[in-house]
């Protein structure tokens, strides 16, 4: 029987292959700077033409791109065909506002199933802080005339660390690539919500059920506070939309007597 050669593999392919992984589950993002080729060739132990082959093979797949004397980047036209006008389009049409968030019931549910079930403590470290910086947020947004986008960030935040603890890179991706889009939801939904004085407080209740599931490692439970967080954000908003068509309704017969 004749046995074929078992071929190694190519440094800078592996190389490659490592930074790709980076890339994919976001320990590299979209525009971040890598290190300097010889902090890089260090950290992989390796020579610095090798690496400097694997950067060319991942310059070659639209990855990454050089800056003359400005270093290497990651390249920030990942998932580019999600920038569309379209997204645009929907951020200012109303009915949008109510598609975006079942998407966000998928979304945000599938990521806190998965961030209780694959989550590490470094994870949940993350997602605690980015909880905290929500309260802190908040507290700004109510000192500062409603500074409502800086709020709308941090809630947009604390989302993307449950996306990136799920070790899913379709939806990190997916999430980042959305991001404009559903900071701009979050906004719109924080400044309807703000004329319901109770409702902060009981969202806030429902975001620290959702973080507490995730940290206790109970993927069904986390799920299930996912639901209820944006079910009652939707809620709220329904009702409110009613009584905004109430009161046109009212002030338009009074226009006409």
């Not at 200012?92 to 199933?113: V, W």
């Not at 959702?210 to 799920?223: D, R, V, Y």
Request: proline residues 3%; neutral net charge.
């Amino acid at each position: 029987m004749a046995y074929k050669k078992i071929k190694q593999p190519k440094l800078s392919d592996v190389i490659t292959s490592q930074l790709e992984e980076m890339i994919l589950e976001g320990s590299l993002s979209a525009g971040q700077k890598l290190p300097p080729e010889r902090e890089l060739a260090e950290q992989f132990s390796v020579s610095r033409p090798s690496l400097r082959e694997a950067i060319q093979n991942l310059e070659a797949k639209g990855l990454v791109f050089r800056r003359q004397g400005g270093g290497t980047f990651v390249a920030d036209t990942l998932l580019s065909g999600l920038s569309d006008p379209l997204f645009a389009l929907m951020a200012n049409k109303g009915e949008s506002q109510f598609d975006l968030l079942e998407f966000r019931h998928g979304i945000e549910g599938m990521a806190a199933y998965y961030a209780a079930m694959r989550g590490t403590k470094e994870d949940f470290s993350n997602i605690e802080a980015k909880y905290e910086a929500i309260t802190v947020a908040h507290i700004e947004n109510t000192q500062l005339s409603e500074n409502f986008r800086g709020e709308a960030q941090s809630v947009f935040e604390f989302y993307l660390a449950i996306c990136e603890a799920s070790h899913n890179a379709v939806i990190l991706h997916l999430a980042r690539a959305m991001s404009g889009l559903l900071i701009d939801n979050i906004e719109k939904n924080l400044q309807v919500l703000a004329k319901r004085p109770e409702v902060p407080a009981r969202i806030a209740h429902y975001r620290k059920r959702l973080m507490e599931s995730i940290i206790s490692g109970e993927p069904n439970k986390a799920w299930g506070a996912s639901h209820k967080n944006l079910a009652y954000i939707e809620e709220i908003m329904l009702n409110l939309a009613e009584e905004n068509s109430r009161v046109t309704r009212s002030l338009r017969r009074l226009q006409t007597q």
